[in-house]
């Protein structure tokens, strides 16, 4: 997961774009900048109500923090090997926590509680990517990526699939199980509209986000998947892998954002 969670990215602005409809999306002449590259692999940039970047270097062990005064320190070390990050209504971080498979609930003191460990006694892939719904809810996504640092070789679950952690819930309930590999995912506001990037496939769905967090009404938002997205005060959709693309609500291209390297 490699989502953008919220963090401003500005992008280069050129006299054709400064008329178009997409001009106002940043600020005028913004273009990404380099903060620091110390890292091995960076992934699940999420944003505190203050403002300040949390992010994980997920080989090296650490969720680190962009303070909003521009400074870099470590939040947590070691972190589970976190990967996807969210902040719930309380100012917990939500962490994908890889190196056992579980999710995690991160207090701004840096204590964790586990929120899930197994499912039905097997271990789950790998939660990957999460979101937190304005009930406090938690979707995720569990996609099968085999790493170095596990003791198995092979999934203990029969599919990759998308599954809904209810407030105060100790078992998850599977609400998609049709994707190949699901990876991005991100609701709006209102916590209707739930949309999930299977990059297995190449593709993003839209789904209606119902009681208990069932899905229903699956479309399909774009040809494209993601590595991870986050969503706009307009509804419009940022897809990381390739730099970053931004559709709208109706599933309009409305442009890409070059970020050198080779995956964001």
């Not at 100012?91 to 197994?118: F, H, M, R, Y």
């Not at 029969?158 to 991100?186: A, H, M, R, S």
């Not at 209707?192 to 209606?208: F, S, W």
């Not at 229903?216 to 693309?245: A, C, H, W």
Request: hydrophobic share 35%; net charge negative; aromatic share 10%.
């Amino acid at each position: 997961m490699s989502a953008l969670g919220g963090v401003p990215v500005g992008a280069a602005q050129t006299p054709a774009e400064a008329s178009s409809p997409v001009s106002d999306l940043f600020a005028g002449s913004a273009t990404p900048q380099l903060v620091a590259k110390q890292f091995k692999f960076t992934e699940g940039p999420a944003v505190d109500r203050a403002g300040n970047v949390f992010f994980t270097d997920q080989p090296n062990n650490k969720i680190w923090k962009y303070s909003t005064a521009g400074k870099l320190s470590v939040f947590m070390d070691p972190a589970g090997r976190a990967n996807g990050l969210y902040f719930d209504q309380k100012g917990n971080l939500i962490a994908c926590a890889d190196e056992k498979n579980q999710l995690w609930s991160i207090s701004p003191s840096g204590q964790v509680t586990v929120l899930l460990d197994q499912l039905n006694g097997r271990h789950f892939n790998g939660p990957n990517d999460v979101w937190v719904a304005p009930g406090g809810g938690l979707f995720f996504t569990d996609p099968y990526y085999q790493r170095d640092y596990w003791a198995r070789t092979a999934p203990e679950l029969p599919g990759q699939y998308v599954y809904y952690l209810g407030p105060g819930q100790k078992q998850p309930t599977t609400v998609e199980t049709q994707l190949k590999q699901p990876n991005g995912i991100i609701g709006t506001p209102d916590g209707r509209t739930l949309y999930v990037a299977d990059i297995g496939d190449n593709k993003t769905y839209r789904y209606q986000v119902g009681a208990d967090g069932v899905l229903t009404n699956r479309q399909l938002f774009v040809p494209q998947g993601s590595d991870g997205m986050t969503i706009d005060e307009r509804g419009n959709i940022y897809l990381t892998g390739k730099g970053v693309t931004v559709y709208s609500p109706s599933g309009e291209h409305l442009t890409h954002i070059d970020v050198p390297g080779d995956w964001t």
